[in-house]
């Protein structure tokens, strides 16, 4: 036994009884200054522990109180938009027909649609005009000229058809040559008679 208790203590074989008592003597104050700072690391650890966790539950605290908040002011800033879309949507009321398109637009750029809103022009309800199905019953639409023209146009027709069979005879030209050439004389006729 006393070989197994030099070798416990790490002396040497021919180690003496006094030798192993002051060993023993100096390796039980070690044990018991180990034993003191192996309590107290882990008082130490234990207090760190309650501490990050104490420092746990504050974070996840605060990041719930801030997620509220942020939750708060969304629904803040939503309403906001909400009003501000509103209050543009009866402001430009005389210039939307498609309320829902324009308000969609309004909270996705407004800065943009309010441009192009000022820049429309308001919306005319008036009523088209009811169409005229019945010649007969309708009046002479403006500018058209009064009295009997149709007797003016017949007399120059023939004039000009004349004329273009005449040049045709003569000069040996095709209708169409004629008929131009006809019609350029007649109206310079018709100037010089008007003149």
């Known amino acids: 036994?006393?070989?197994?208790?030099?070798?416990?203590?790490?002396?040497?074989?021919?180690?003496?009884?006094?030798?192993?008592?002051?060993?023993?003597?100096?390796?039980?104050?070690?044990?018991?200054?180990?034993?003191?700072?192996?309590?107290?690391?882990?008082?130490?650890?234990?207090?760190a522990v309650k501490d990050a966790e104490a420092a746990k539950v504050a974070a996840e605290t605060a990041k719930?109180?801030?997620?509220?908040?942020?939750?708060k002011l969304?629904?803040?800033?939503?309403?906001?938009?909400?009003?501000?879309?509103?209050?543009?949507?009866?402001?430009?009321?005389?210039?939307?027909t498609n309320k829902d398109e324009i308000k969609a637009a309004l909270l996705n750029n407004r800065a943009a649609t309010i441009a192009v809103l000022r820049n429309t022009k308001a919306i005319t309800t008036t009523a088209p005009a009811a169409p005229l199905h019945n010649?007969?019953?309708a009046g002479t639409p403006q500018g058209s000229p009064t009295g009997d023209t149709k007797s003016v146009d017949d007399a120059a027709a023939k004039r000009v058809s004349n004329r273009a069979r005449e040049i045709m005879k003569n000069l040996n030209n095709s209708f169409q040559?004629?008929?131009?050439?006809?019609?350029a004389e007649v109206a310079k006729d018709d100037k010089l008679v008007n003149a």
Request: proline share 0%; aromatic share 4%; with cysteine.
């Open 64 to 71: 719930l109180a801030a997620e509220e908040k942020a939750g």
């Open 74 to 96: 969304e629904n803040t800033i939503k309403t906001m938009a909400e009003e501000l879309v509103n209050a543009d949507l009866e402001t430009f009321k005389d210039r939307i």
């Open 177 to 183: 040559q004629a008929f131009m050439m006809a019609q």
């Open 135 to 137: 010649s007969k019953t």
């Open 1 to 47: 036994m006393k070989d197994t208790l030099i070798k416990l203590l790490g002396l040497k074989a021919d180690a003496s009884d006094e030798d192993i008592t002051n060993a023993a003597a100096t390796f039980q104050a070690d044990m018991v200054a180990y034993k003191a700072d192996c309590d107290e690391k882990v008082s130490n650890s234990a207090q």
